[in-house]
């Protein structure tokens, strides 16, 4: 079945600890992203990367890395989280040609609390 | 930056009713994407969509580049319709891979 999988789900934690998201997919997409969902503001590009070690900053980079080793995965870094990055986290990939990204395929979302 | 400005914000039908949501941006895009988030959350790719008109079912979209703007159609409205529709841009100038959304549009069908 094709998909992106993100882990965890759900994650509470404490501000300055260190902690990774994770996402995956298994159709051998070149494009993956990260977006943040905060309530009256919408979808937050964070960060993107169009294949194997290139990446850039999306809208809302502050306070996040990524990093693009593997074509099928990309993980969310918070190096010292903080309340203001308390959201609700997607993964996305799609198929990319030069000059043009297809349809987007969303992971599940990851619901994070930073006390 | 590029705007994008999604119509109406709220909107409540009637199971059975027909609406039109719109999606405006400020300029050129190479991708016009939509999508639903059910009430559970997730995010379903509805339409790729830069330019024409493409259907799915009950659903259609429009995007006039040109004009700057894309409708998205739902016709005889299901309570499975619920939920927030958004329509996200990636411009034609600058920085590829950079997608912007709108705020959506929250739709409540009504049985």
């Known amino acids: 079945e094709a998909q992106v999988t993100q882990n965890p789900r759900y994650l509470i934690t404490v501000t300055g600890k260190k902690l990774t998201v994770t996402c995956s997919q298994n159709?051998?997409?070149?494009?993956m992203s990260w977006y943040r969902q905060d309530p009256g503001l919408g979808l937050r590009q964070i960060y993107y990367?169009?294949?194997?070690?290139?990446?850039d900053k999306g809208d809302v980079p502050e306070g996040y890395k990524v990093s693009r080793k593997e074509k099928r995965n990309f993980p969310l870094i918070l190096e010292s989280p903080s309340p203001n990055q308390t959201s609700l986290y997607f993964c996305?990939?799609?198929?990319?040609?030069?000059?043009?990204?297809?349809?987007?395929?969303f992971g599940p979302g990851t619901r994070l609390t930073v006390t | 930056g590029i705007q994008v400005e999604q119509s109406p914000p709220d909107l409540i039908l009637q199971e059975g009713a027909n609406s039109t949501l719109r999606c405006n941006f400020s300029?050129?895009?190479?991708?016009l994407q939509w999508f639903h988030q059910n009430p559970w959350g997730q995010l379903i790719n509805l339409f790729y969509?830069?330019?024409g008109t493409k259907q799915n079912g009950r659903l259609s979209a429009t995007t006039v580049a040109t004009e700057r703007y894309s409708l998205l159609y739902i016709s005889s409205s299901q309570t499975t319709d619920s939920g927030v529709y958004f329509c996200?841009?990636?411009?034609?100038?600058?920085?590829?891979?950079?997608?912007?959304f709108g705020k959506g549009t929250k739709l409540s069908v009504k049985p």
């Open positions: 996200a841009v990636e411009r034609s100038r600058g920085s590829q891979g950079n997608l912007i």
């Open positions: 990367s169009m294949n194997v070690e290139v990446t």
């Open positions: 300029d050129s895009v190479n991708n």
């Open positions: 996305a990939s799609s198929m990319i040609t030069p000059g043009r990204i297809y349809a987007q395929y």
């Open positions: 969509i830069p330019s």
């Open positions: 159709m051998n997409h070149e494009y």
